[in-house]
């Protein structure tokens, strides 16, 4: 059973460069997330589903796009790479938004230079 | 809005010595809790969780007890391990107008001696 998963696992960027995370479930899971860990900040949540065609801003949303067009892919869009856009971006997903615990993927650790 | 606050680390202890790692929330309404780990170059996973006040839950050896008079979720161990040295996160995820946003606190980073 694959769970969550996430590519690339590691990429660099240019300041403006454009590039797409991917994340995909296997669990028929309707919620989906995606967060971003910085050191001292614990997880913040950049934008989440609750279900296929539905999308929604969390804490820290700008520079960022999402869509989801499937019930298993959610994927991460970044506009035009900034260096504080530098960190390590985790996907997650849920069977429902409430009280079922996210299941993670392992992480993408993005440089932008 | 909802928020969650960890006991600062880094954290480092014995083997078998006694782990308690404090986490209050601030949240309106009734939310789940969380604590979940994460170990070097992974995601974060599920450790244990509670729906409901006074709910207890546990896993490894690690417990929590969901008190909602003192909107607190303390994780303890009575007994850890060289294998227990993580990174230790509590979070929430609430009803309402923020279902969907789960908030996590900044972590607690626990190494153990043997």
């Known amino acids: 059973n694959a769970g969550v998963t996430q590519t690339p696992k590691f990429q660099v960027l240019k300041t403006g460069q454009s590039m797409t995370l991917q994340c995909a479930q296997d669990?028929?899971?309707?919620?989906m997330s995606w967060y971003r860990q910085d050191p001292g900040m614990g997880l913040r949540l950049i934008h989440y589903?609750?279900?296929?065609?539905?999308?929604d801003q969390g804490e820290v949303p700008n520079g960022y796009n999402v869509s989801r067009s499937t019930t298993e892919d959610f994927p991460l869009r970044l506009l035009s790479a900034a260096p504080s856009q530098t960190s390590v971006y985790f996907c997650?997903?849920?069977?429902?938004?409430?009280?079922?615990?996210?299941?993670f993927g392992n992480g993408t650790r993005l440089t932008v230079t | 809005g909802d928020s969650v606050t960890q006991m600062e680390g880094p954290v480092t202890l014995s083997e078998e010595a006694f782990l308690t790692i404090n986490c209050t929330y601030t949240a309106t309404g009734y939310p789940s809790l969380f604590w979940y780990v994460q170990y070097p170059g992974e995601g974060l996973q599920l450790l244990l969780k509670a729906t409901k006040a006074d709910d207890k839950g546990s896993n490894k050896g690690f417990e929590a007890t969901y008190r909602k008079e003192t909107t607190s979720f303390h994780l303890e161990k009575g007994s850890v391990q060289v294998s227990d040295s993580a990174v230790y996160f509590c979070a929430l995820s609430n009803t309402g107008t923020n279902a969907g946003k789960s908030t996590f606190g900044d972590g607690t980073t626990l190494t153990v001696k043997p």
């Open positions: 997650a997903s849920s069977r429902q938004a409430w009280s079922s615990p996210l299941h």
């Open positions: 669990m028929n899971h309707e919620y």
């Open positions: 589903s609750v279900g296929a065609g539905i999308t």
